[in-house]
RNA sequence: GCCUCAGUAGCUCAGUUGGAUAGAGCAACCGCCUUCUAAGCGGUAGGUCACAGGUUCGAAUCCUGUCUGGGGUACCA
């Protein structure tokens, strides 16, 4: 890491500068001053920092404070520095890079670090209820939470991912009744049931899928003998406690598993599959959080129900637990469930959610739960996505209004896996994001992950071509590879900076060593946007990474032949297609998009 | 009304602890395939960073206000 270790010389330069630059306190926060940044125009270095932030503290010109740092600083050759106004400029050797690069062929795995291995993290996403198929927000939830533990691994963490399957609650029961009418509605087309039966016209799930849910439970013979019995016993069948209760049990088990089917083909895993009805309700944990929540004083019965005082918490009103009919709120088990969170045995120290803008407004009355709880409301962190907007023949259209609404399946069904997931991710969760079917269906060319898993490929296949006998253009005859499989092996498993010399030094024109040059300092900063994606919980930083790797590489590969007559230049430039190969397939696993060897 | 996210090139968007001349992709235009994958590369053009104030040596970035759009503001989840 090129870039940490200026930082490091530029630390403990300042400490010696201190007493000329009147005596500047040096602690922590003044260096997190020093930001590094890649200079647009070459005459300013290949990095830069600017020391004007010191001025304040010091009461010197910045242009003094930038010469008396420089003067101080060791272990780099002066002819490398350059000062020009306040800015302090670093160009970095050739001895540097090759360093830096075959420090990424030795590690087993690039941009791994341990930035978060202090947090236990349990992320919470998706959670559905299991009242239908996924749609296309869930699937942004779903490639950014996925992504978001591969990152958050990646940098050390401990992290448990769970989907909270909201089996509980009137829409468990409005699912219940929709399944219910489409059974009738089949069993009168059969003719198993009278005419006269009237079915609503609305039901509270309009969708086609339900129907399909409808003639599964009734393509086993008895269970459609049941439902016909239990019809003909009452007015209204729903009244026919067994019957519902099987009907709900039936439709939840299809629903989750369909559910369960697609996030497994996307790739998207979790640990934990918590039930709502049997983790919270049959076991009876919601009262034992009620009752600690009523001994703190934080609850009051009005108006038949009972309230939790979250204005004490900065909500904008008090919020009700317990209905006046009885049942809870969403809240209340919810409240329950993060009082487990908090309360497992992992010991987590970070409850981390996803939830979408939707539910912006959630946040304070949970947080205040957590806090009257006696736990700590720090610990408690929501990334809050906006939502999707779905694009059909260039028009925007709200999601679930339709009857027949656009599915996630019918999304992946079209533009695949990986194009799904990529583009899910590569924009920053507080955008909106526009998701238009017709142009990721239709235009591979305008999708990013294409060019990244091109780039990758193309790596692939020069190390593959280099190994390998090719025919000769023009006799035919096959012809020698460009360098000994056993050989290549070797180099690179006892790879020293030494030993790329040739990669630099071939290169006579300096445009083309620019671009080797920034595409070498773009692979030592890997680390660093892994980094910064995890604390930021923000997996388009990578999608944003992996188009500049690429693009750069590409650059690269017109302006220079890897494979070349000579095998000692040979190797060592393929040395640096490794790197880039190394970093490609470790990004895009960071996202779980596949990283093909050929296309 | 209040809370919240956004407003940056024709379009979609990056730009996170404030730093040198604001970037990318797509679309447009001009070039490049006899050679390791043209799903590619090079180049041209394209900007009042919504608007107005403020803080600062310095603001797309921070503060205040205004405008526009999304979401929320349930004893739904």
Not at 181 to 187: M, P, S
Not at 403 to 428: C, H, N, P
Request: aromatic letters at 8%.
């Amino acid at each position: 890491m090129i870039r940490h270790r200026i930082l490091e010389q530029l630390a403990a330069a300042l400490h010696k500068a201190a007493p000329n630059l009147n005596n500047l306190a040096v602690d922590e926060s003044v260096l997190s001053g020093f930001k590094l940044e890649r200079p647009r125009n070459p005459e300013h270095g290949d990095y830069a920092v600017n020391v004007s932030f010191l001025a304040r503290h010091t009461k010197m010109a910045p242009p003094k404070i930038a010469e008396v740092i420089s003067a101080c600083l060791e272990g780099v050759r002066p002819e490398d520095i350059s000062v020009i106004g306040g800015y302090l400029n670093f160009k970095i050797t050739e001895a540097m890079l090759a360093e830096a690069l075959a420090a990424i062929i030795h590690v087993e795995k690039t941009g791994l670090n341990d930035s978060q291995a202090d947090k236990r993290i349990l992320l919470e996403y998706v959670s559905a209820n299991p009242t239908g198929p996924l749609h296309i927000g869930h699937g942004r939830w779903a490639a950014l939470g996925d992504a978001i533990v591969r990152i958050l691994r990646h940098n050390g963490a401990f992290v448990t991912a769970e989907f909270y399957i909201n089996d509980a609650g009137v829409q468990m029961g409005n699912i219940t009744t929709s399944v219910y009418w489409r059974a009738v509605e089949l069993l009168k087309a059969k003719g198993a049931l009278p005419k006269s039966v009237e079915v609503p016209d609305v039901l509270p799930y309009p969708g086609e899928y339900v129907a399909d849910v409808s003639a599964l439970y009734l393509s086993d013979e008895s269970r459609e003998q049941r439902f016909i019995a239990a019809h003909a016993n009452h007015a209204d069948a729903l009244a026919d406690e067994a019957l519902q209760a099987e009907l709900k049990a039936f439709s939840k088990t299809v629903l989750l598993e369909a559910q369960q089917a697609l996030l497994g083909n996307l790739r998207v895993h979790f640990e934990n599959w918590i039930s709502e009805k049997e983790y919270l309700y049959d076991r009876d944990v919601i009262g034992g959080t009620l009752e600690r929540l009523s001994a703190q004083g934080y609850t009051y019965e009005a108006e038949d129900a009972l309230w939790f005082k979250s204005t004490e918490f900065g909500d904008e009103k008090d919020r009700v637990l317990r209905k006046s009919d009885g049942s809870f709120t969403y809240l209340t088990p919810d409240i329950a469930y993060h009082d487990d969170k908090f309360n497992r045995a992992e010991r987590y120290n970070c409850i981390l959610n996803i939830w979408g803008a939707d539910h912006h407004g959630y946040i304070p009355r949970m947080r205040g739960a957590i806090e009257a709880l006696g736990h700590d409301p720090n610990q408690f962190e929501v990334l809050l996505g906006q939502l999707v907007n779905l694009i059909v023949d260039g028009e925007r259209t709200r999601m679930g209004k339709r009857r027949k609404m656009l599915t996630l399946q019918d999304v992946v069904d079209e533009v695949g896996v990986d194009a799904t997931r990529f583009w899910m991710v590569s924009k920053s969760a507080d955008s909106a994001l526009d998701f238009d079917v017709d142009l990721a269906a239709s235009a591979s060319s305008e999708n990013p992950v294409f060019y990244v898993q091109y780039a990758h490929a193309r790596c692939c296949s020069i190390l593959r071509n280099a190994v390998e006998p090719a025919p000769n253009v023009d006799t035919g005859e096959m012809t020698a590879p460009f360098v000994q499989a056993d050989a290549l092996k070797s180099f690179e498993a006892g790879l020293t900076p030494h030993a790329l010399a040739l990669l630099f030094d071939s290169l006579t024109e300096p445009r083309d060593q620019a671009v080797l040059k920034a595409l070498v300092l773009l692979l030592d900063g890997f680390e660093d946007t892994v980094r910064d994606a995890a604390r930021l919980r923000a997996p388009h930083f990578i999608t944003q990474y992996l188009q500049d790797v690429s693009s750069q590489f590409h650059s690269f590969y017109g302006v220079c032949r890897i494979l070349t007559p000579e095998p000692a230049l040979t190797q060592a430039r393929l040395m640096l297609i490794r790197a880039i190969q190394k970093t490609l397939a470790q990004g895009l696993d960071l996202l779980g998009v596949s990283a093909p060897e050929k296309m």
